[in-house]
Every structure is written in C-alpha cells, then in structure tokens.
C-alpha cells in the first residue's frame, strides 16, 4: 500500500477487556516497529520486527502486551486484560532497513481508551 | 534520564513569523542519527528530516532549515515565515547504533501558528 495502515482507528475497552490492534506496513517494508504515546508526550519504543522475526521486545511494558508478525507483513498487537493505565495512541511504523539512519513512516496510530 | 530534551512545550507565533523549535539530545555512541518528525492533528508522524552524527553541515528545505551543533549536542529546526499549516507538534529523536532500532523521541514541542 501507500502508506502503514493502522485498524481501527479508535478503540473503546472496558477494563479487563482484550484488544487487538492491527497494522498493515508499507508493502516491501521489511522493519515494522510499535510504538505507545501517552497523552502530551512523545512515542515510546515497544517492539521491533524484522521480517516475521521479532527482534527487540525490550519496550513491552508487561506480559499482557504480545505482537505477533506471523507472514513478515501484517502485525498484530495484543494487549490482554487492558487497564486503564494502557490508554494512549498506539502507533506503527515500518521501514526498508532498520531504524539507524532511515526514517520510519508512521501509521495514524490506534487510540485506545480503557474504561 | 531522557535522552532527547525539547525544552519548549508550547510555542505560539503569528503567520510570517520565524520560529526556532530546540532539541537537545544525549548519547555516548559516535555513530547515531538524529530526526524530526510533525505531527499534525490527524495523528500520524510525519518525516521532515534525518542527520547523521559524522555530518554537521546544517541544512535548508524550502522554509525549514536545521542546525546541528555536536559540540552543544543541539538539532534545532527553524521555520521561516510560519504559515497556519505549519500547526503542529513536532518531535525530535535519536537513534544510536549501540541500542539498535528504537528511536528515542523528545516530549514534542506544540507550535501554533495564529493567522
């Protein structure tokens, strides 16, 4: 595609409830990234793919956030038992290379809202 | 400790105006590439522009310019004649080779250009 698609576009959840958030990357895009941004701040690092691979899940915050990338292209990330302190925008990226010394492009992000 | 600084919150100019937005950045690798990225209301990052560490030269698109200051570890961006499109918030990240992938952002400087 054009550009990283992120569905759905918001989401309400009540607390406890599970969520997955989708991410289609730019076609040929081997790097795909997650990012979490809270309210008035800047994106945080959560997960990083190469291909299906996931290379880096340093930025997960807990063992109730899972991604997954199963084909090398569409990614999935799941959050279980969401809480209210998940809320944000959740954001996808992908890129040709890594991220040193490339740009990502961005998706318009998931929001989040945990009730 | 943060690794990127945007010390300004807010910003507000009027149309015509140049504005200068700061970003100060912290890392002890020699290789690393510092970003700008605009985020407008609609949510998604938007690239403006990517330096590496080993290239100091500053750098003029159209009415965006850059000045990159090792010896400050600054990466300041500066709008000339600010235009109502120009509304944003914007964002500078590092990437640094020894952490891999993740790109970190700044808190985001929100600049709102009044007609």
């Known amino acids: 595609g054009a550009g990283v698609s992120q569905s759905p576009r918001y989401k309400v959840a009540k607390r406890g409830q599970d969520v997955a958030l989708r991410c289609d990357p730019i076609?040929?895009?081997?790097?795909l990234f997650w990012y979490q941004q809270a309210l008035g701040q800047g994106p945080e690092f959560l997960t990083y793919?190469?291909?299906?691979?996931?290379?880096?899940k340093s930025g997960l915050p807990s063992d109730r956030f899972f991604a997954e990338r199963p084909e090398g292209s569409v990614s999935t990330l799941k959050i279980q038992r969401t809480q209210q302190e998940d809320s944000a925008v959740y954001l996808c990226?992908?890129?040709?290379?890594?991220?040193?010394?490339?740009?990502?492009?961005f998706g318009s992000g998931t929001r989040l809202t945990v009730v | 400790a943060q690794k990127v600084t945007q010390a300004q919150t807010e910003i507000s100019v009027v149309e015509k105006e140049d504005v200068t937005l700061d970003c100060v950045y912290e890392?002890?690798?020699?290789?690393?590439?510092l970003f700008w990225y605009k985020q407008p209301p609609s949510g998604e990052l938007v690239f403006l522009i990517r330096?590496?560490?080993?290239?100091?030269q500053n750098e003029i698109s159209g009415r965006y310019s850059w000045n990159f200051q090792k010896s400050t570890s600054s990466f300041n961006f500066t709008i000339t004649a600010s235009q109502v499109v120009d509304s944003a918030v914007y964002f500078c990240?590092?990437?640094?080779?020894?952490?891999?992938?993740?790109?970190?952002f700044g808190t985001g400087t929100s600049l709102t250009v009044i007609p």
């Open positions: 990226a992908s890129s040709l290379g890594g991220a040193l010394g490339y740009g990502y492009t």
């Open positions: 076609s040929g895009h081997v790097s």
């Open positions: 793919f190469q291909n299906e691979a996931q290379l880096d």
């Open positions: 890392t002890r690798d020699t290789t690393y590439y």
């Open positions: 330096r590496n560490s080993f290239d100091e």
């Open positions: 990240a590092l990437s640094e080779a020894s952490t891999g992938n993740q790109f970190y």
